[in-house]
């Protein structure tokens, strides 16, 4: 019982040091513990400065993808609305496209229910047959052959028998002593007219009575030759309802095909800093709202020519014309 009680004594003994001034067993246990716990703190403030610091990527990260995320919506409510096709081309085909944009304030307060309560641009391939078509065409030809303008611009009013010769205009229909056109010239002028002005009327919902037809409506031939007078200058920006005084919509029918009667002479529309074209194809029919809010020029032909009419509308009946006619 002895030897026992001598090895237990031993035994717990020999949980001190040996020279018995160092620490217990025990007491390292809880000295371990005691740095995990100071240690813990230490770190835990460490980490927290760590986190702190590496949350700030993703924060710039996160501010990055919001602001993305709120362009790329409006990207695609602007697709919606065509407002980022910005060119029309001679190669497509558009059944029906329109581009809205701000109304400038160009058009007083009379004739509320003429006037713009929208404003835009737009264009329409396949209104028309391909016979009448050709036969706007022929007329523009028929009567140019009369005359011919020195300078790239060649200008020919149906209506009025106005004609482009040298630096001058004569009146075609005085000029000659048999009509250069006949009943079907104008049958077909009145009836590419009319659909012109309903689908004026129906893009921007306004009544078709309201609208009337105004001057200068007019066949247009441009080419390369150098400008002869100012009226030939046709390249610089101008504003239809300023430079008309009575124009409150605008269209051009294309009667020749951009890159392939002509190069150049793409109509242009001014929006800032940049310009959206639209390149004239046969058939294809242009128009919109005549104020300030479309700012617009022809470039110059390069090379071959380009053949179009202009069918303007105004608010205002005292500046109706009519129909030409036999």
């Known amino acids: 019982m002895s030897n026992v009680r001598k090895r237990n004594v031993k035994f717990a003994a020999g949980t001190k040091e040996e020279d018995g001034k160092g620490p217990s067993g025990l007491q390292k246990v809880g000295s371990a513990v005691l740095n995990v716990i100071l240690n813990r703190k230490?770190?835990?403030g460490r980490i927290q400065k760590i986190e702190n610091a590496s949350i700030w990527p993703y924060l710039f990260l996160f501010v990055i993808f919001l602001t993305f995320s709120i362009y790329f919506v409006d990207y695609l409510h602007r697709w919606e609305n065509n407002e980022l096709l910005n060119d029309a081309y001679q190669t497509e085909s558009y059944e029906?496209?329109?581009?809205?944009?701000?109304?400038?304030?160009d058009y007083g307060k009379s004739f509320k229910n003429c006037k713009p309560k929208k404003c835009g641009r737009a264009v329409?391939?396949?209104?028309?047959?391909l016979e009448d078509i050709k036969h706007m065409r022929e007329i523009a030809i028929k009567g140019m052959q009369y005359g011919g303008?020195?300078?790239g611009a060649t200008i020919l009013d149906l209506h009025s028998g106005a004609?482009?010769?040298?630096?001058?205009f004569i009146n075609l229909h005085a000029a000659s002593e048999n009509s250069v056109f006949n009943k079907s010239d104008f049958e077909v002028y009145s009836k590419i007219r009319n659909k012109i002005q309903e689908t004026i009327a129906d893009e921007f919902n306004v009544d078709k009575k309201v609208l009337h037809?105004?001057?200068p409506t007019f066949f247009s031939r441009l080419d390369n030759k150098p400008a002869s007078t100012q009226h030939d200058e046709y390249w610089h920006e101008h504003v239809d309802r300023v430079t008309?005084?009575?124009f409150y919509y605008t269209s051009l029918l294309y009667l020749s095909d951009y890159g392939v009667d002509f190069t150049g002479g793409r109509f242009m529309f001014v929006d800032g800093h940049t310009n959206k074209s639209v390149e004239p194809k046969f058939g294809r029919l242009s128009f919109f709202t005549s104020g300030s809010e479309n700012i617009h020029f022809v470039?110059?032909?390069?090379?071959?020519?380009?053949y179009a009419i202009t069918v303007s509308f105004t608010c205002d009946k005292k500046h109706k014309i009519v129909d030409p006619s036999m």
């Open 96 to 105: 029906k496209r329109f581009v809205e944009v701000k109304c400038s304030n």
């Open 149 to 151: 303008g020195n300078g």
């Open 299 to 306: 470039e110059r032909v390069e090379n071959g020519t380009r």
């Open 163 to 168: 004609l482009s010769k040298g630096d001058k």
């Open 42 to 44: 230490k770190n835990k």
């Open 213 to 215: 037809l105004t001057k």
């Open 124 to 129: 329409r391939d396949n209104l028309f047959t």
């Open 244 to 246: 008309y005084g009575t």
